[in-house]
């Protein structure tokens, strides 16, 4: 099947991405996934995405600031012995910086769950109904990939 040129506009993004793709298909979910990450960090569509630095979480966190609709749901895992209750549901109220550590990445502030304030972002699960799913769900795979 031949393909066409077509033009896709991400988020309130001014650029408009062009892809190359057969009349009627879907744009594959990685495809339009770094479409998305490099909408975060204003690439091209041939450049390539950032690793994980100091800089490229505080211009990440910038654009879940101004995007994420706070508060919101999520889940965590519970690693704590003895295990009680293997997932908790909990109310993220924040996005932060983390203080010392890139390798932490971005933290939430948690409301909820007793003992924790805060966690990495990319340790939390976002339901697919939720506004912020997306948003999260880019910023796990960016996180976990390019550091």
Known sequence: MAGVTTSVQLESNDRFWSV????????PERDAQALRLRT???LSRIDPLPRVTRDTLRKYLGYLKARAAMPFEA????????????VHYIRITDLLEADDHVSEGLLCAVQDL???QHLPLADI????????????????????NYQ
């Open 20 to 27: 190359r793709a057969p009349i009627g298909w879907p744009l």
């Open 40 to 42: 975060v960090f204003e």
């Open 75 to 86: 889940l965590c895992a519970d690693t704590r012995v003895p295990l009680m209750q293997l």
């Open 114 to 116: 007793p003992m924790v």
């Open 125 to 144: 699960g976002v339901l697919e109904e939720s506004p912020n799913y997306q948003l999260i769900d880019d910023y796990a795979y960016w996180f976990i």
